[in-house]
């Protein structure tokens, strides 16, 4: 049985606006937005729980998953199509929102031996794709460091196809990261433009952590000597550097090679 709600001013709505917009928010509530059936398809899978579920009028929803997601205790609303429109982030909304936990692991809960590492990494969509490439090339997690988006953004979950219901993501310092996997003897490369930069066929990334730095930046002085190696891509083109995500998808299919 799903609870009507007809104006902005519910609180259920207050409460969803402010988490998609707001990152300390979602941070302080350990808890998030998203929106379509897609996403809710997926939650449900990775066994995400699931706090509210709002549905418009003219929403096209699996009335399967709705009812599963009403079994494991989520609430179920309903709302007027137009509400919709005004509360939701795209231009297009997709006629369902729904709030679930906050999917961002601590270190000790990794396990394996192959992670991109990220350092100042703000947009939204080079994270999205990340996470979404990484869960494709099967990596073991993606730790996040200093100065990077928020993973739980509703664009960062929306460009990861459902990846983000399904691959680990950590938030550490680079500190904490470094000791990490020094812990784990498992080598961190860090990719840079330097002298001291090795081609990343020269060396072992079948077990490996790769850190990538911010789209204009790179990485910072600290990651470079918190790290064993620097590492560049080879290419015999005139550009000097490569998208981020792109970059990070060249790396991950060399670490998914046998």
Sequence with gaps: MSIRIESRENPLVKRMVRLSGDRKYRKDMREMVCEGGKMLGEALLSGMEIHDILVADNADVSTEDLHRAEQQGARLHSCPAALMQKISNVKTPQGILFS?????????????????????????????TIIRTADAFALDGIILCEGCVDPTSPKVVRATMGAAFRLPIAAATMEETAEFFKQKQIPLYATALSDKSVPLTTVDLTRAAVLIGNEGRGISKKAASLSDRLIIIPMEGRAESLNASVAASIIMYEMSRK
């Design 100 to 128: 679930c936990e906050r999917p961002v692991a601590g270190l000790d809960t990794l396990q394996g031996d192959r992670f991109m590492v990220l350092e100042g990494l703000q947009d939204p969509g080079n994270l999205g």
